[in-house]
């Protein structure tokens, strides 16, 4: 189509719970054009961190569903069920700067101590750590390390420390379009969307970096992954919001980079809920590839007249800045 451009590096990241549905298709288009949009590199990542989860013959599904649709990406897809090493060193990297420290709190243990102190988390709300397990100020490394537990990030000590150096501002991804100088990971920019402050301290707490069961979580894995693949565009649901506040504080303490964000709108179920596996979504028809895309692409707000090509310009005329390096096709 036309030569990939090191500057930019965006990437779908299903997990293997199931088919594609329509959302699904709705993200995976979204940064497949964006990529194109900027003749960068699209990659697929197959986020299977969560083996529990994991559906056997999903990740066949997904790929085949992706084929069918055009969506090709520009490498092999790697899998996160492959990189528990590279996690397990950032883990500690953290665990070395006192930032990571083991939890031994059930998830029913804090909505027990969370509701005696008069706080019901909403429905779908994240469950605020009260910070039970951390470590009291000064104790270190020489704590003792529970045979079963969870691992959880010191947002407070992380906010109490955090002083960003010359060298993690230039880790900062070239044409970040943030509306101040802050590198407080708490105010961020969407380029759809537009400013965010999001107080992971007081809406979220200490998060689990990896669970009891030994699984690695989605925010480290998603964290260091896009690191590692060179990731500068993350293009993805706005059901993830909330999540991106964390990850750039998880950016910041491991010293790297911050991609620019995209959160695209959202498929809705009969109920006004976000459409997904987990409320009967079903399968994408990808054996009419045109009449699905062109559904996506109207959530997306475009037109989507011709064939999947023709749609980049239109997609760049929305959501790239003339800086950007954009330039028309001619299809």
Same mark, same amino acid.
């Given at each position: 189509?036309?030569?990939?451009?090191?500057?930019?590096?965006?990437?779908?990241?299903?997990?293997?719970?199931?088919?594609?549905?329509?959302?699904?298709?709705?993200?995976?288009?979204?940064?497949? &054009?964006?990529?194109?949009?900027? !003749? #960068? /590199?699209?990659?697929? %990542?197959?986020? @299977?961190?969560?083996? $529990?989860? +994991?559906?056997?013959?999903?990740?066949?599904?997904?790929?085949?569903?992706?084929?069918?649709?055009?969506?090709?990406?520009?490498?092999?897809?790697?899998?996160?069920?492959?990189?528990?090493?590279?996690?397990?060193?950032?883990?500690?990297?953290?665990?070395?700067?006192?930032?990571?420290?083991?939890?031994?709190?059930?998830?029913?243990?804090? &909505?027990?101590?969370?509701?005696? !102190? #008069? /706080?019901?988390?909403? %429905?779908?709300? @994240?469950?605020?750590? $009260?910070? +039970?397990?951390?470590?009291?100020?000064?104790?270190?490394?020489?704590?003792?390390?529970?045979?079963?537990?969870?691992?959880?990030?010191?947002?407070?000590?992380?906010?109490?420390?955090?002083?960003?150096?010359?060298?993690?501002?230039?880790?900062?991804?070239?044409?970040?379009?943030?509306?101040?100088?802050?590198?407080?990971?708490?105010?961020?920019?969407?380029?759809?969307?537009?400013?965010?402050?999001?107080?992971?301290?007081?809406?979220?707490?200490?998060?689990?970096?990896?669970?009891?069961?030994?699984?690695?979580?989605?925010?480290?894995?998603?964290?260091?992954?896009?690191?590692?693949?060179?990731?500068?565009?993350?293009?993805?649901?706005?059901?993830?919001?909330?999540?991106?506040?964390?990850?750039?504080?998880?950016?910041?303490?491991?010293?790297?980079?911050?991609?620019?964000?995209?959160?695209?709108?959202?498929?809705?179920?009969?109920?006004?809920?976000?459409?997904?596996?987990?409320?009967?979504?079903?399968?994408?028809?990808?054996?009419?590839?045109?009449?699905?895309?062109?559904?996506?692409?109207?959530?997306?707000?475009?037109?989507?007249?011709?064939?999947?090509?023709?749609?980049?310009?239109?997609?760049?005329?929305?959501?790239?800045?003339?800086?950007?390096?954009?330039?028309?096709?001619?299809?």
């Amino acid at each position: 189509m036309h030569a990939a451009a090191p500057s930019y590096v965006g990437r779908f990241a299903p997990s293997p719970t199931g088919p594609l549905h329509a959302g699904s298709v709705v993200a995976a288009l979204a940064s497949w &054009l964006d990529a194109r949009a900027h !003749r #960068g /590199r699209w990659l697929v %990542r197959i986020e @299977d961190v969560d083996v $529990p989860r +994991t559906v056997p013959g999903a990740v066949d599904t997904i790929l085949r569903q992706l084929s069918e649709l055009g969506l090709l990406p520009d490498d092999t897809p790697v899998f996160q069920s492959n990189r528990s090493a590279l996690y397990e060193q950032a883990l500690q990297q953290l665990r070395d700067r006192a930032l990571a420290y083991p939890c031994t709190c059930s998830r029913t243990q804090i &909505l027990s101590l969370l509701q005696s !102190r #008069g /706080r019901r988390p909403d %429905r779908h709300g @994240d469950l605020v750590y $009260p910070g +039970t397990c951390r470590p009291p100020a000064g104790a270190g490394r020489t704590q003792s390390i529970p045979i079963s537990c969870s691992w959880r990030f010191s947002v407070h000590d992380f906010k109490e420390k955090s002083e960003i150096s010359d060298i993690e501002k230039d880790f900062i991804a070239i044409e970040r379009e943030l509306k101040n100088s802050s590198f407080d990971p708490d105010h961020w920019s969407d380029r759809r969307l537009g400013s965010f402050k999001h107080d992971t301290v007081h809406e979220v707490g200490d998060f689990v970096l990896k669970r009891a069961d030994g699984c690695y979580t989605y925010q480290l894995a998603v964290v260091v992954d896009d690191a590692a693949q060179g990731v500068t565009d993350v293009v993805r649901g706005a059901d993830l919001v909330d999540n991106t506040g964390r990850q750039i504080a998880l950016q910041r303490a491991l010293g790297l980079p911050t991609p620019r964000y995209l959160h695209t709108p959202l498929v809705l179920a009969a109920d006004g809920q976000k459409l997904s596996k987990q409320n009967g979504a079903t399968p994408v028809d990808t054996s009419r590839p045109l009449a699905a895309l062109r559904a996506a692409a109207q959530v997306l707000g475009l037109q989507a007249h011709g064939e999947l090509a023709s749609w980049v310009n239109e997609w760049a005329s929305m959501h790239m800045s003339p800086r950007s390096g954009f330039v028309q096709f001619a299809w």
